[in-house]
């Protein structure tokens, strides 16, 4: 998870009731989200495979390798999400070395968690 104090206070964040799609399996990469209220689902081939509150991210890696969207996002509650786009996560990165550590821990436990069902 990351701390939320580097996004609690936008101005904007993106908004989506619940049960509304964030992005398809497939879609054209965007930005990465960053959950500040509320709870997202992420699924693969229709199989549900975490449940992110506050603090929680994804859609990462597609700010990493410009690829089509790897999981399906789904709001599962009313939720308030802080969006990263390219430009903002290269700047983060490179001016907070601790966020670029976050981030890379959050994708080896996702990689691990999913090692452990195959």
Do not use: W
């Not at 975490?50 to 390798?65: I, N, Q, T, Y």
């Not at 821990?105 to 996702?110: G, N, V, Y």
């Amino acid at each position: 998870m990351l701390k939320l104090e580097m996004f609690r206070n936008e101005e904007r964040h993106d908004e989506f009731k619940d049960g509304r799609t964030i992005f398809k399996e497939g879609d054209q990469g965007g930005p990465m989200y960053v959950v500040i209220e509320g709870s997202v689902a992420l699924s693969v081939k229709g199989r549900e495979l975490e449940k992110l509150g506050p603090g929680g991210v994804f859609g990462e890696m597609a700010l990493l390798d410009s690829e089509r969207r790897s999981a399906t996002a789904v709001a599962v509650s009313d939720c308030k999400l802080a969006s990263v786009d390219q430009k903002r996560f290269t700047y983060m990165v490179q001016q907070t070395p601790h966020f670029a550590l976050q981030i890379m821990r959050i994708m080896a436990e996702r990689l691990r968690r999913m090692d452990q069902r195959l």
